[in-house]
């Protein structure tokens, strides 16, 4: 059974730092682009961040270039996202997910796992 959960999430002060996890189970992320994604309280989902197959490429909107990084650990079957100088407007819930391709700020049309999610909120 294929099953991506995720944690790390909670309450964090503007300017904090967050480090969200995620393990998956059920098949092996070393054969799949991974990444992140987003929902904003009443928005879209917005993909945050990916990195390829090889781990040599990852991709991120401006919204959260050069604050936040996306790593696998494909021996541990887990991939991370490190979040700095956290934001009021990056409060949502985050989900990990495999992606069908990485050549740029990940697309939800191309999500093929994704997790139940880790709410994160940012706020003074």
């Known amino acids: 059974q294929v099953q991506l959960v995720e944690s790390g999430g909670g309450f964090v002060r503007p300017g904090g730092s967050l480090r969200l996890s995620c393990v998956a189970s059920g098949f092996h992320i070393d054969r799949h682009h991974i990444g992140w994604f987003r929902q904003p309280p009443g928005k879209e989902r917005e993909g945050v961040a990916c990195?390829?197959?090889?781990?040599?490429?990852?991709h991120y909107p401006d919204s959260v270039k050069n604050r936040f990084i996306v790593s696998r650990d494909n021996a541990k079957n887990m991939m991370y996202l490190q979040m700095n100088s956290l934001e009021s407007e990056d409060t949502g819930v985050y989900y990990c997910?495999?992606?069908?391709?990485?050549?740029?700020?990940?697309?939800?049309?191309?999500?093929?796992?994704w997790g139940k999610g880790a709410t994160v909120i940012v706020s003074s």
């Open positions: 990195a390829s197959i090889s781990g040599d490429s990852t």
């Open positions: 997910a495999t992606f069908r391709q990485c050549a740029g700020p990940p697309s939800n049309n191309d999500m093929e796992y």
